[in-house]
């Protein structure tokens, strides 16, 4: 399977509780703050929940 970074880029203030408990399931907390997921079709669901506050690259 291939490898994602995905990295916090805005705040979750004023941002529905489901999508902050979804940046937490990811292990996101703090702006800046990257970790790295295997792409199984879960971790792209909850990106795809929270695409406007992270960023996401491939990583070979």
Do not use: W
Not at 2 to 27: D, H, M, N, W, Y
Not at 50 to 57: F, G, M, N
């Amino acid at each position: 399977m291939a490898k994602i970074k995905v990295t916090k880029v805005k705040s979750a203030i004023k941002k529905p509780k489901r999508q902050k408990l979804t940046l937490e399931a990811l292990g996101l907390s703090k702006i800046g703050q990257s970790v790295e997921h295997t792409d199984t079709p879960n971790i792209v669901g909850m990106i795809n929940k929270v695409k406007h506050l992270v960023s996401v690259e491939e990583i070979k």
